[in-house]
């Protein structure tokens, strides 16, 4: 599911965490469910999809979790 050759390119997590990323360069803190928001609408991009970028982003240490604030990002 990181990389397959068997579906769209823009489905594998790696795009969507680069989208997630670049969203992020101006805003180093986002709320979590005002960046799917976002990201449906301009990518439309699927829930569960968006959990496992987020998920393969926290286990590279490129975002973390904060309860208060949300979506942090870390590079």
Same mark, same amino acid.
């Given at each position: 599911?990181?990389?397959?050759?068997?579906?769209? $390119?823009?489905?594998?997590?790696?795009?969507?965490?680069?989208?997630?990323?670049?969203?992020?360069?101006?805003?180093?803190?986002?709320?979590?469910?005002?960046?799917?928001?976002?990201?449906?609408?301009?990518?439309?991009?699927? =829930? $569960?999809?968006?959990? =496992?970028?987020?998920?393969?982003?926290?286990?590279?240490?490129?975002?973390? =979790?904060?309860?208060?604030?949300?979506?942090?990002?870390?590079?």
């Amino acid at each position: 599911m990181i990389l397959s050759n068997n579906s769209n $390119p823009k489905n594998s997590l790696y795009y969507i965490g680069g989208i997630i990323l670049s969203l992020m360069k101006k805003e180093k803190v986002c709320d979590y469910l005002e960046l799917y928001m976002f990201l449906k609408k301009e990518h439309n991009i699927s =829930f $569960p999809l968006y959990n =496992f970028a987020l998920d393969w982003l926290y286990l590279i240490s490129a975002v973390e =979790f904060d309860e208060k604030e949300g979506v942090v990002k870390c590079i």
